[in-house]
């Protein structure tokens, strides 16, 4: 279980923080960090993982996972580009429609896939991100074919517990 913390970690913030831009020349995918070279990575480690890998309690090898090996369900694309064009916060930082000043009664996707370093916003919008993303984990699927059902808002969504099948789906 440590392992995986440590892995998980490990991945985030070299990975993503980091970005392969700022990766050093010796931290290429495949290199193992561990007790011996963890202080070249230490400025992109939270204190207490680094200790870890410090004491010898992780090892860890580096792995790329590109945003190629990825891949979203049928209209997920289109609708976080829809988002990225129309969604803005309001005075009360709740995502609206810009053009309507209105919040659309359903956002599918990320409610701000690009979000910049500069973006005085940018916490708020990351934790809406945050917020639309553990509500789809936790959408019911359906039985037959895996596709999320959803009911037409976010809330509702939430409260189905019980399995169900999707209108596209010919058996029950």
Known sequence: MRDGVAALALGLVVGITAGPARRAAAME???????????QVKDQLP???????????????????PNS??????????AMKWNAEHLVLDEHKSPIDKD???????????PFPDIREDDPEAGYKALWNLDYAEAASTAPRCRTCSSSITTGS??????RRTPRTCS???SP
């Not at 995918?29 to 202080?39: A, F, K, L, R, S």
């Not at 309507?100 to 990320?110: A, N, Q, S, V």
């Not at 976010?154 to 409260?159: E, F, I, Q």
């Open 69 to 78: 090996r990825w891949s979203w369900d049928d209209g997920f694309a289109e």
């Open 168 to 170: 596209s789906s010919s």
């Open 154 to 159: 976010r809330s509702s969504t939430r409260r």
């Open 100 to 110: 309507t000043g209105k919040r659309p009664d359903y956002i599918r996707g990320l």
């Open 47 to 65: 204190p207490e993982i680094y200790n870890h890998f410090k004491k010898g309690e992780y090892a860890n090898k580096l792995i790329d996972f």
């Open 29 to 39: 995918p495949g290199t193992m960090i561990d007790q011996g070279n963890v202080d």
